[in-house]
């Protein structure tokens, strides 16, 4: 059995995910015709114009799209995705708060004079903070298991022996008697023999 301290700290912090994984982040970006946006490492991210019209083609993918006002496209490969504008317009890029948003994203000028890169969300979480939060997720998960395993035997280790145990062991016999261990009982059977009488009373077919 969990402690209620610790129910209740598992349940904040599900909670916390929970929010967190409904927050979704809109960055719009305005685009003069011919200027190019190249999206990096943006899989899960949407893209939905606003107005304007915009052609979309991904790293690895044969597939081409052309967004027209309330289309939308998501991003569904790692790599660099590629969006034009043929029409002056405003794109919005939608990450929802589940997902990773781009590791970079630029923007090129329709001459082919690079432009600024463009902030979206919060950013990546580095490898090793990925790594510490997910030992501290196991290591939780394991002392919660442990508790709850420790608090299921504890009442049966008290006397000795386990609930799947038909019949308690020797030891717990001779304890019991000498005043050691589990407490004296005269339900306890003297022998195995009596053991045996007593789940088995003869005749024995």
């Not at 610790?6 to 599900?14: G, I, Q, V």
């Not at 939905?48 to 019209?53: D, F, L, R």
């Not at 496209?73 to 317009?89: D, E, F, N, P, V």
């Not at 994203?105 to 790594?131: D, K, M, N, Q, W």
């Amino acid at each position: 059995m969990i402690s209620e301290s610790s129910a209740s700290l598992l349940s904040r912090e599900a909670a916390l995910a929970s929010d967190q994984s409904s927050v979704v982040t809109h960055k719009p970006i305005y685009l003069d015709r011919g200027d190019l946006l190249r999206i990096y490492d943006g899989r899960g991210t949407r893209l939905i114009p606003a107005s304007g019209v915009l052609w979309v083609t991904e790293e690895e993918s044969a597939n081409e799209a052309v967004l027209m006002p309330g289309d939308s496209h998501r991003i569904g490969s790692t790599g660099m995705a590629l969006a034009l504008a043929h029409r002056t317009g405003c794109v919005v890029l939608e990450v929802p708060g589940d997902t990773y948003p781009p590791r970079r994203v630029e923007l090129v000028f329709a001459g082919g004079a690079p432009g600024p890169r463009i902030p979206v969300g919060t950013g990546r979480p580095s490898a090793a903070g990925a790594l510490v939060a997910s030992m501290r997720v196991a290591i939780r998960n394991a002392i919660a298991r442990a508790s709850a395993l420790w608090a299921e035997r504890q009442p049966r280790l008290a006397y000795g022996w386990l609930a799947h145990d038909d019949a308690p062991p020797s030891r717990g016999i001779r304890h019991s008697r000498s005043g050691h261990g589990a407490p004296p009982s005269d339900d306890f059977p003297s022998s195995a023999r009596e053991t045996m009488s007593r789940e088995f009373p003869f005749p024995y077919y």
